[in-house]
């Protein structure tokens, strides 16, 4: 069974700083895929960045990178230059070989200006 | 190009009733999965389709169902509706399927709430 793990319920964060939003995961495949999801209060889940199991280079799009260690089954996300309009819940989110996604519980990040 | 377009955006039901949700995947993917989002439970997988097939299955019950037609769009009905199926429903689609996937597009759900 596959498990995601966020322990930060909450987070604040000051306009231009970064910031790390935590989240690990357990599960006994070797091929896997992990994402990132920004969900506004409106609901829609967007995607932020995507890491594959056996990709060797963190991944980074934009502002944010996925700071992706395997040993200690982390993919911690990045967010650099925190704009008032990243305020919103971040799932942290695992795709196993059956395409299912299994999320975590989510981090409400705040920027405050 | 559209997005995943899910309607309708807001539902009201009575419980016992039945409902059917409707997700029109990017044009080109053949994959659709659903998910139940609670305050309680968070994200929870329903199930997933390609090609009209129903290839994988959450831990629900079966009041809960749904099916892909070959444009690859996709409905999820509830049947017999509980005040526990309150929830925003959210759909999912993507170009490959199971390990074949690097990017999951949401739609913006529909919110049913069951009275």
């Known amino acids: ?113 | 190009k559209a997005g995943v377009t899910q309607t309708p955006r807001y539902l009201i039901k009575t419980r016992g009733q039945q409902v059917t949700l409707s997700c029109s995947p990017i044009s080109g993917h053949r994959s659709v999965s659903w998910y139940q989002q609670t305050p309680g439970q968070g994200l929870q997988f329903l199930f997933e389709y390609f090609s009209e097939t129903q290839r994988n299955k959450g831990n629900f019950p079966g009041r809960f169902s749904g099916r892909q037609f070959s444009n690859s769009r996709s409905e999820m009905n509830v049947s017999t509706l509980e005040l526990g199926d309150s929830a925003l429903y959210l759909c999912a689609s993507s170009l490959g399927e199971g390990l074949y996937v690097y990017g999951y597009t949401f739609g913006s759900g529909t919110r049913l709430t069951v009275v």
């Open chain 1, 1 to 113: 069974a596959q498990k995601i793990t966020q322990t930060q319920p909450g987070m604040f964060v000051q306009e231009k700083e970064a910031v790390t939003l935590d989240c690990t995961y357990d599960t006994s495949d070797q091929s896997y895929g992990l994402f990132w999801y920004k969900q506004p209060s409106s609901g829609e889940m967007i995607f932020l960045i995507y890491q594959g199991s056996y990709d060797e280079q963190n991944a980074t799009e934009g502002r944010y990178s996925l700071n992706f260690q395997k040993a200690r089954k982390s993919a911690n996300l990045v967010i650099s230059a925190s704009q008032l309009g990243d305020s919103a819940m971040y799932f942290c989110a695992m795709r196993g070989p059956g395409g299912k996604l299994t999320f975590g519980q989510g981090t409400i990040l705040t920027v405050h200006p």
